[in-house]
């Protein structure tokens, strides 16, 4: 699959966001939205409400990545509220086939994340219900920690049991991606990589996208 950029907004200014929308737009394929809740991670950022008005603000697809404790009971809003993709962790679900499919049935893509410690291999016989998977390469709550290389394999193994599947799943990466671990993970099978401090910390975000999405591009072809 061809190779999509995701920037998160958790590292632009919460002041301005619709502004910050606006300098990777027509650029980027999605705006990733880091909903946290103080309790399934320590930090806390935003709601459905600021989900409503960024889809109001933006022309990009919203990618919601839901950090919080009770996803069963909240990841439907944000798929009725008009996210294009929807991610609750395994490790915060209690019942993640019912809400994986409410969310597609809301008419988003379902998005299932897996924190470092938790095994991909656990969660082969879900994926007829997953639209993305997420390997996460830091511990979640914060943007610009440093990339987990040990996530390396898994993401390998990820990749692997997609194929096996049918290769329809898209493979998601996300914690300290940049221009120094894009290839690396592209390498290993992801193809949607999520940035933070990558984009939202250079300069140019916009150039900083497209550089990401050229070294990923290269690496999926070697
Ligand atoms: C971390 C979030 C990430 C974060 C990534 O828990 O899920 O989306 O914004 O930030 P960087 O790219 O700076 O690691
Ligand atoms: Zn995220």
Request: hydrophobic share 45%; aromatic share 6%; charged share 20%.
């Amino acid at each position: 699959m061809a190779v999509q950029i995701s920037p998160s907004i958790l590292s632009a200014d919460f002041s301005r966001l619709a502004d910050e929308a606006t300098r990777v737009e027509g650029i980027a394929d999605w705006l990733h939205v880091d909903v946290m809740d103080n309790h399934f991670v320590p930090n806390l950022t935003l709601g459905l409400p600021i989900v409503e008005s960024l889809l109001k603000a933006t022309s990009l697809p919203i990618d919601c990545h839901l950090m919080i404790e009770s996803p069963d009971r909240w990841a439907p809003s944000y798929a009725e509220a008009g996210a294009g993709s929807v991610t609750i962790h395994a490790e915060a679900a209690k019942a993640p086939v019912r809400t994986l499919r409410a969310i597609r049935s809301a008419g988003a893509r379902s998005g299932f994340a897996l924190n470092p410690a938790t095994p991909v291999d656990y969660y082969e016989d879900l994926l007829p219900e997953i639209d993305m998977l997420l390997v996460m390469t830091v511990e979640p709550g914060f943007g610009g920690q440093k990339f987990l290389d040990v996530m390396l394999p898994k993401l390998s193994r990820a990749r692997a049991l997609i194929e096996k599947h049918g290769g329809e799943v898209w493979l998601q990466v996300d914690g300290g991606v940049s221009a120094e671990t894009i290839e690396r993970c592209a390498e290993a099978g992801a193809d949607v990589f999520v940035a933070g401090s990558a984009v939202y910390g250079a300069e140019d975000a916009a150039k900083a996208v497209h550089d990401l999405r050229a070294l990923a591009a290269a690496a999926q072809q070697a």
